[in-house]
């Protein structure tokens, strides 16, 4: 029955990971920044790797928690995760419900909070974990309880949505409690439940706010009344203790000052921070979702900023960092790289079979025909998943998937080309049949640093990884539709810049228009000097700074670096 219940908690933690995009694209409460699916993701992360002890998850909990929404389901999650499930669901919830109320200085009906409240009441009834009609009760409750959230809060009202944070934990619960029930195949589009209610009124405006959103943690050397007198004069602020450690959330004007502050009193642990201007004019700005929609892999070295900015899709791998699992484009690269350089154990995996199908099914549940330009067949089995789950799924034909046979870069520059060319027509048809062109003419190559990442991987005999690394022999690949294609080797970052100029001559002339991306992993400052050289030789180029995949990059580790570029028509 335990192994059930870790089963559960991972269902409903993938349904949100599936859904974030939604979330971010209603999240006006309290501030208008989009970010309560990311927020969600990462706060819940700790559940979907539940293999350790129940104490070490609620502190990963209390870790990971990100924003106002994050630090409320933390709360409600350390009691609710750590619970005997032999006992009474309903007084679980209610001392859950309890420490949640308690998260934040100023708690509001409307929100998550409510959704909380209405599963408590709804649990009245039950003895035990919940069947098939006691599951259909309980959500129906819940779906009552988001539905109230717009007429409770007047910002919602006004924006015309329900709060992202509510939607959130339904979706998180309807995950759960069905595969608690047996019921794992049960699910309607939220859009199909929620209908009129997730999409902002043309009318709705947020005013620009200065200032950061900052989470972090402290282990604490002074007594918490110190701690506390810091973050009393700042906005939205809570604290939240797990023995000497203190997670705190504010919002300030001053991030350097907060800083200082707290590193004299403990050791700042970890540290987060967002400039709400920018979330709020980014958000603001994010163009209105068109009937017809791109979506492809992380793996394309594209980042969720780009996805919002764009109008695209994107699905995640997961990145293993130590004790942490999350999505890939919910890493900062930085964190990555020290990492792999300090020899934390580094992976990936991808998303469950489970969470891809919830990712199609939010997509097809928003938009009327979905291109699916997917990550190459022999580097995920992304591809095969889409076509089973299209066979069963998409009577209509609205999803088309391209296995592009590319990663990184290279895939990169075939979604960006084809998004603007997809904006500039309005035609599906003919943007498929740009993408098809640009997947024969799209280059990339990828520059090495070291061997012994590769090697690691399983991807490189360590043989060859340590007389490489011995002989400064530096690879460079190609990510190919067999795999990662060895296109040669070189011995220094002058031959390798050397290399990267001659395979652009070899396809551009200086006036040609073209597509190029740069990709960084942790030597943005090299790149970029590198990007002033490629803007002097193709002036009518576009040239992107983008930083590497993460799954990429920590399959191919610090120092690498790559060009992808496509020569696009006058």
Same mark, same amino acid.
């Given at each position: 029955?335990?192994?059930?219940?870790?089963?559960?908690?991972?269902?409903?933690?993938?349904?949100?990971?599936?859904?974030?995009?939604?979330?971010?694209?209603?999240?006006?409460?309290?501030?208008?920044?989009?970010?309560?699916?990311?927020?969600?993701?990462?706060?819940?992360?700790?559940?979907?790797?539940?293999?350790?002890?129940?104490?070490?998850?609620? *502190?990963?909990?209390?870790?990971?928690?990100?924003?106002?929404?994050?630090?409320?389901?933390?709360?409600?999650?350390?009691?609710?995760?750590?619970?005997?499930?032999?006992?009474?669901?309903?007084?679980?919830?209610? $001392?859950?419900?309890? @420490?949640?109320?308690?998260?934040?200085?100023?708690?509001?009906?409307?929100?998550?909070?409510?959704?909380?409240?209405?599963?408590?009441?709804?649990?009245?009834?039950?003895?035990?974990?919940?069947?098939?009609?006691?599951?259909?009760?309980?959500?129906?409750?819940?779906?009552?309880?988001?539905?109230?959230?717009?007429?409770?809060?007047?910002?919602?009202?006004?924006?015309?949505?329900?709060?992202?944070?509510?939607?959130?934990?339904?979706?998180?619960?309807?995950?759960?409690?069905?595969?608690?029930?047996? $019921?794992?195949?049960?699910?309607?589009?939220?859009?199909?439940?929620?209908?009129?209610?997730?999409?902002?009124?043309?009318?709705?405006?947020?005013?620009?706010?200065?200032?950061?959103?900052?989470?972090?943690?402290?282990?604490?050397?002074?007594?918490?009344?110190?701690?506390?007198?810091?973050?009393?004069?700042?906005?939205?602020?809570?604290?939240? &203790?797990?023995?000497?450690?203190?997670?705190?959330?504010?919002?300030?004007?001053?991030?350097?000052?907060?800083?200082?502050?707290? !590193?004299?009193?403990?050791?700042?642990?970890?540290?987060?921070?967002?400039?709400?201007?920018?979330?709020?004019?980014?958000?603001?700005?994010?163009?209105?979702?068109?009937?017809?929609?791109?979506?492809?892999?992380?793996?394309?070295?594209?980042?969720?900023?780009?996805?919002?900015?764009?109008?695209?899709?994107?699905?995640?791998?997961?990145?293993?960092?130590?004790?942490?699992?999350?999505?890939?484009?919910?890493?900062?690269?930085?964190?990555?790289?020290?990492?792999?350089?300090? !020899?934390?154990?580094?992976?990936?995996?991808?998303?469950?079979?489970?969470?891809?199908?919830?990712?199609?099914?939010?997509?097809?549940?928003?938009?009327? =025909?979905?291109?699916?330009?997917?990550?190459?067949?022999?580097?995920?089995?992304?591809?095969?998943?889409?076509?089973?789950?299209?066979?069963?799924?998409?009577?209509?034909?609205?999803?088309?998937?391209?296995?592009?046979?590319?990663?990184?870069?290279?895939?990169?520059?075939?979604?960006?080309?084809? $998004?603007? *060319?997809?904006?500039?027509?309005?035609?599906?048809?003919?943007?498929?049949?740009?993408?098809?062109?640009?997947?024969? &003419?799209?280059?990339?190559?990828?520059?090495?640093? =070291?061997?012994?990442?590769?090697?690691?991987?399983? *991807?490189?005999?360590?043989?060859?990884?340590?007389?490489?690394?011995?002989?400064?022999? @530096?690879?460079?690949?190609?990510?190919?539709?067999?795999?990662?294609?060895?296109?040669?080797?070189?011995?220094?970052?002058?031959? $390798?810049?050397?290399?990267?100029?001659?395979?652009?001559?070899?396809?551009?002339?200086?006036?040609?228009?073209?597509?190029?991306?740069?990709?960084?992993?942790?030597?943005?400052?090299?790149?970029?000097?590198?990007?002033?050289?490629?803007? =002097?030789?193709?002036?009518?180029?576009?040239?992107?700074?983008?930083?590497?995949?993460?799954?990429? !990059?920590?399959?191919?580790?610090?120092?690498?670096? !790559?060009?992808?570029?496509?020569?696009?028509?006058?």
């Amino acid at each position: 029955m335990e192994n059930l219940f870790k089963q559960s908690f991972v269902a409903g933690v993938e349904r949100v990971a599936a859904w974030a995009e939604l979330l971010d694209a209603i999240n006006v409460y309290p501030v208008a920044d989009g970010d309560t699916g990311r927020n969600l993701s990462i706060s819940l992360s700790p559940l979907r790797r539940a293999d350790g002890e129940k104490d070490k998850i609620v *502190r990963r909990l209390l870790l990971a928690a990100r924003g106002n929404s994050g630090n409320i389901a933390s709360q409600f999650f350390s009691v609710f995760y750590a619970a005997d499930f032999s006992g009474s669901l309903k007084e679980t919830v209610r $001392q859950a419900n309890e @420490k949640a109320w308690k998260a934040v200085s100023d708690p509001r009906p409307g929100t998550m909070l409510s959704v909380f409240d209405a599963l408590e009441e709804a649990l009245g009834g039950e003895e035990g974990v919940p069947g098939k009609e006691g599951v259909d009760r309980i959500m129906s409750r819940l779906e009552k309880a988001v539905r109230e959230t717009r007429e409770t809060l007047p910002k919602l009202r006004k924006a015309g949505v329900v709060d992202a944070g509510a939607l959130g934990m339904y979706i998180f619960f309807e995950g759960f409690f069905r595969t608690l029930a047996g $019921q794992d195949h049960a699910y309607r589009p939220v859009t199909e439940i929620f209908p009129g209610f997730l999409a902002i009124s043309p009318s709705f405006h947020e005013n620009l706010e200065a200032g950061y959103c900052i989470d972090f943690v402290v282990k604490a050397d002074a007594p918490s009344e110190d701690l506390a007198k810091i973050a009393a004069g700042q906005e939205s602020a809570v604290i939240l &203790r797990d023995g000497d450690l203190y997670k705190i959330h504010l919002h300030t004007d001053d991030r350097e000052k907060i800083r200082s502050r707290m !590193g004299a009193l403990g050791s700042v642990m970890a540290w987060e921070d967002d400039n709400l201007a920018l979330q709020i004019r980014d958000f603001m700005n994010t163009p209105a979702d068109a009937a017809l929609h791109i979506m492809t892999d992380a793996a394309g070295s594209l980042t969720r900023d780009d996805a919002r900015k764009h109008g695209f899709t994107l699905l995640n791998s997961y990145l293993n960092v130590g004790d942490q699992s999350m999505p890939e484009t919910y890493f900062h690269p930085d964190e990555l790289y020290r990492a792999m350089s300090a !020899g934390v154990k580094v992976s990936t995996s991808q998303a469950s079979v489970f969470e891809r199908h919830e990712c199609y099914a939010s997509v097809l549940a928003r938009f009327e =025909k979905v291109l699916y330009l997917c990550v190459g067949s022999v580097f995920t089995g992304n591809y095969s998943v889409a076509m089973e789950w299209k066979k069963e799924n998409d009577p209509e034909n609205r999803l088309t998937v391209i296995d592009t046979g590319a990663a990184s870069g290279r895939l990169g520059v075939m979604v960006l080309a084809a $998004q603007r *060319r997809l904006l500039r027509t309005k035609d599906m048809g003919r943007t498929f049949a740009f993408a098809r062109d640009a997947v024969a &003419r799209c280059e990339e190559y990828v520059f090495l640093e =070291k061997l012994q990442y590769l090697a690691a991987g399983g *991807r490189l005999s360590k043989t060859g990884a340590f007389f490489g690394d011995m002989l400064k022999m @530096k690879p460079v690949i190609s990510p190919q539709p067999e795999g990662a294609k060895k296109m040669g080797v070189v011995r220094n970052r002058a031959d $390798q810049i050397k290399m990267a100029l001659d395979k652009m001559a070899a396809v551009l002339s200086p006036d040609s228009l073209a597509l190029i991306m740069l990709e960084y992993s942790d030597n943005i400052e090299q790149v970029s000097e590198f990007r002033k050289q490629v803007q =002097k030789l193709y002036p009518r180029a576009e040239i992107i700074l983008q930083p590497l995949s993460l799954t990429s !990059g920590a399959h191919m580790g610090p120092g690498t670096w !790559g060009i992808a570029f496509l020569k696009m028509e006058e």
